[in-house]
């Protein structure tokens, strides 16, 4: 069974930075792709970041590049995503995520979630 547990979100201030986590247990993260996604109230989970099974390639939402960066620690069971730059529209529910093959930008293909940690950014 596998559980993924986020930790890092908070409230920020506009401009600010949080660095999210997401360790796993029950089953090594080097086995697939990761990748975060958020869901504001009232819209759909949206994509915001994915990453390979070994790290050598990432992939970013539009709304995130230049401020988002994910990365992974597959001797830790954990991924992370370093968010710069933050602003109110980047104020959601972050969740991280597991699946068994290649990266993909499709919540749907996602086999395994974590709980969600708050990020609230205020302005």
């Known amino acids: 069974q596998v559980q993924l547990v986020e930790s890092g979100g908070g409230l920020v201030q506009a401009g600010g930075s949080l660095r999210l986590s997401c360790a796993a247990s029950?089953?090594?993260?080097?086995?697939?792709?990761m990748a975060w996604f958020r869901q504001a109230p009232g819209k759909e989970r949206e994509f915001v970041a994915a990453i390979n099974w070994n790290g050598e390639m990432t992939y970013n939402a539009d709304s995130t590049k230049g401020r988002f960066t994910i990365s992974r620690d597959n001797a830790k069971n954990t991924v992370y995503l370093q968010m710069n730059s933050l602003n109110p529209e980047d104020t959601a529910v972050y969740y991280c995520?597991?699946?068994?093959?290649?990266?993909?930008?499709?919540?749907?293909?996602?086999?395994?979630w974590g709980q969600g940690t708050q990020v609230t950014v205020s302005s």
């Open positions: 995520a597991l699946r068994q093959y290649g990266s993909s930008r499709n919540r749907y293909d996602y086999r395994y």
């Open positions: 029950g089953r090594a993260l080097s086995s697939g792709a």
